[in-house]
């Protein structure tokens, strides 16, 4: 392949890792078995390198007004190390990207988006910095991003080299600390994609593969396995978490797909306030099917009423591996959508039966 690379490129190659194209970037895939990593990160821990995501640095006297007119929710009453789920709107209401925002400062925020939106996210901030006193700067080159996760992510992390600047055992979920490793400055956040308890380091670039090496190591005894992307999308499919291009996009509200708790109302003025997206799909929301059997419903299949009409289109779906049962998101009409009603799906000409059911399909157990 010809694209992209991250920082831990030669590290998948020597690993035999299967590669496919994501947003530009030659990522693994699969190092074993796509089975095999989604039960590992379940009951012990996989490491996944996330570092084709972008990070955009915001920082000035008025990054926290700019981010609060910027994006969905208030990002001005994040408390110092803190991570905030939040959206970027269209004017038009729409979805532009989801992304985290980490607060290192009064005056200091790091912005995680996805790897295929870098440069529209980007471009989208920095405009919309002009009235602002603000600096936007694209630091998606200069970091790496490892990802720790499951029930055991928390000693492999306190059994590593990395030295955080507070006891690792105190972070709560959705905050951050700093530290460092071996003399190079971390930051070791308590987020995730996939379910599970875990935490996710940004990394000098230089250093990942350092990084990598020593929670391999020290994992690897506890049951961490190296994971691929396509384990990482049944993981979040499980956890109900929208996946841009899939249950986010610009024709879709936050609303619809669920995430109006990511959406303050009560700001003066931001970017996408109040406007909801007009159109054929303006009437659907987003919900989750389940089907018996082991055909599972996949992305752009048609959802139809029990009467065969046209109600929706399936999003995301996969045969769950740890369910057992094949599961699907769909965006259906708001009418259709109530948690065991029975639809249809068109799977190449033929009906599967499927009912909507709540999100998410999966909930791990509370940790502290």
């Known amino acids: 392949m010809s694209g992209k690379h991250t920082p831990l490129h030669a590290v998948h190659v020597a690993a035999g890792a299967t590669f496919t194209d994501f947003a530009g970037y030659d990522m693994p895939v699969r190092y074993s078995s796509d089975l095999e990593e989604h039960h590992s990160v379940r009951t012990a821990a996989g490491i996944f390198d996330l570092s084709h995501m ?6 000035g006297p008025q990054a926290a007004q700019f981010l609060d007119y910027a994006l969905s929710n208030r990002l001005s009453a994040m408390e110092m190390l803190q991570a905030k789920y939040s959206l970027l709107l269209s ?21 995680v988006a996805n790897a295929s939106n870098r440069e529209v996210a980007f471009s989208e901030l920095l405009a ?40 690792l055992e105190d972070l709560r979920y ?13 930051a070791i956040a308590r987020t995730g994609y996939t379910g599970e308890d875990g ?21 690897m005894p506890l049951g961490l396995v190296r994971c691929g992307l396509a384990c990482r999308d049944t993981l ?40 909801m997206p007009v159109g054929p799909t303006s009437s659907r929301v987003l919900v989750g099917l389940v089907a018996e059997g ?50 249809l799906v068109d ?20 940790v502290v």
């Not at 979805?95 to 200091?108: K, P, Q, T």
């Not at 249950?247 to 996408?272: C, H, I, M, W």
């Not at 799977?347 to 509370?366: A, I, M, T």
């Open 347 to 366: 799977v190449r000409g033929s009906h599967l039966s499927v009912s909507v059911q709540e999100l998410p399909f999966y909930s791990r157990k509370k």
């Open 174 to 186: 959705y905050r951050f600390i700093t530290g460092e490793f071996q003399g190079q400055p971390i």
């Open 294 to 343: 082991k055909r599972a419903p996949r992305a752009g299949y048609a959802v139809l009423s029990s009467e065969g009409e046209p109600i929706g289109e399936v999003t995301s779906g996969a045969l769950s591996p740890t369910l057992g049962y094949p599961v699907a998101m769909a965006y259906i009409d708001s009418d259709h959508a109530t948690p065991g009603h029975s639809l």
């Open 91 to 111: 004017p038009s209401g729409g979805v532009v990207d989801d992304l985290i925002v980490y607060r290192f400062g009064a005056e200091h925020f790091l912005i």
């Open 199 to 219: 935490y996710e380091v940004f990394v000098p670039a230089a250093h990942a593969s350092e990084v990598w090496a020593d929670l391999e190591a020290v994992g």
């Open 128 to 167: 919309r910095s002009a009235d602002f006193d603000v600096e936007v700067r694209d630091d998606s080159d200069a970091w790496a991003l490892i990802a720790v996760q499951g029930p055991v992510s928390r000693e492999v992390m306190m059994a590593s080299s990395i030295t955080p600047d507070s006891p």
């Open 236 to 275: 979040r499919l499980e956890a109900g978490m929208p996946l841009y291009g899939h249950e986010l996009g610009l024709d879709y509200s936050p609303a619809q797909a669920g995430l109006a708790r990511a959406v303050d109302n009560t700001k003066d003025d931001f970017v996408g306030a109040g406007v």
């Open 54 to 59: 972008a990070e955009i640095d915001v920082s």
